[in-house]
Nanobody, 126 residues
Framework: VQLVESGGGLVQPGGSLRLSCAAS????????LSWVRQAPGKEREFVAA????????YYADSVKGRFTISRDNAKNTLYLQMNSLKAEDTALYFC????????????????????WGQGTQVTVSS
């Protein structure tokens, strides 16, 4: 299993970025996926999750209304569109895979993820 994030970078407050997570080594369409972030000196924080079918999504309150998670099962790719970025969004962003296929809910607990990417850095600063 491989999860490879990309799309991070330096952006000014109020700006936008689109993160991607390219997946391989498993049947992508069968698993829920999530984005998790970790700021320096802080614990990992759940950001957003999407069911295997893409029919349900869930967001942390801190990003609700600004971030959108989506997936393209034909391309084996997970996305995170981030708008209206704030300094407090600065972190290393990871994608993570659910440990069970066809789970009938979104996965928001990091204990239920079995594979993680290496992360992509997002820095929001003027």
């Amino acid at each position: 299993v491989q999860l490879v994030e990309s799309g991070g970078g330096l952006v000014q407050p109020g700006g936008s970025l689109r993160l991607s997570c390219a997946a391989s080594g498993f049947t992508f369409s069968r698993y829920a996926l999530s984005w998790v972030r970790q700021a320096p000196g802080k614990e990992r924080e759940f950001v957003a999750a999407i069911r295997w079918s893409g029919g349900s999504t869930y967001y942390a309150d801190s990003v609700k209304g600004r971030f959108t998670i989506s997936r393209d099962n034909a391309k084996n790719t997970l996305y995170l569109q981030m708008n209206s970025l704030k300094a407090e969004d600065t972190a290393l962003y990871f994608c993570a895979k659910d440990s069970s296929p066809f789970r009938n809910r979104v996965v928001i607990s990091t204990s239920e993820y079995d594979y993680w990417g290496q992360g992509t850095q997002v820095t929001v600063s003027s």
